[in-house]
């Protein structure tokens, strides 16, 4: 059975609110990006890391292998949240972690609205 968005954005949503606030301007909280979001999932909530990956694979950034593991549906699925406030910064030379991103020119940056 696949994980659902709601399940994701439920999963995600602690980490997006542990973000600080920009120190310039304390309305805005800092964004993140997929690769950093599942990094602290990984620490936070490995049981439902693990549950993304039975129900979407280990692919993870660059020669994953599959189009969409369990970081792309994260951003998927917080792209898609109302509640979630999606940006794109550019890839070139990125590395998040251990994780070069896919390929793709650029990737989606989530903070809460």
């Given at each position: 059975?696949?994980?659902?968005?709601?399940?994701?954005?439920?999963?995600?949503?602690?980490?997006?609110?542990?973000?600080?606030?920009?120190?310039?301007?304390?309305?805005?909280?800092?964004?993140?990006?997929?690769?950093?979001?599942?990094?602290l999932?990984?620490?936070?909530?490995?049981?439902?890391?693990?549950?993304?990956?039975?129900?979407?694979?280990?692919?993870?950034?660059?020669?994953?292998?599959h189009?969409?593991?369990?970081?792309?549906?994260?951003?998927?699925?917080?792209?898609?949240?109302?509640?979630?406030?999606?940006?794109?910064?550019?890839?070139?030379h990125?590395i998040?972690?251990?994780?070069?991103?896919?390929?793709?020119?650029?990737?989606?940056?989530?903070?809460?609205?």
């Amino acid at each position: 059975m696949s994980v659902s968005d709601q399940q994701i954005v439920a999963a995600c949503s602690p980490v997006l609110e542990s973000v600080a606030y920009h120190p310039e301007n304390a309305s805005e909280r800092i964004f993140l990006n997929a690769y950093q979001i599942w990094l602290l999932l990984e620490q936070d909530n490995p049981d439902f890391c693990r549950e993304l990956g039975h129900s979407y694979g280990t692919a993870k950034g660059k020669g994953g292998g599959h189009s969409v593991g369990p970081i792309q549906r994260i951003a998927q699925a917080l792209g898609r949240c109302p509640n979630v406030e999606t940006r794109y910064m550019c890839t070139k030379h990125i590395i998040v972690g251990e994780f070069e991103p896919s390929g793709d020119p650029d990737c989606g940056i989530f903070r809460l609205r």
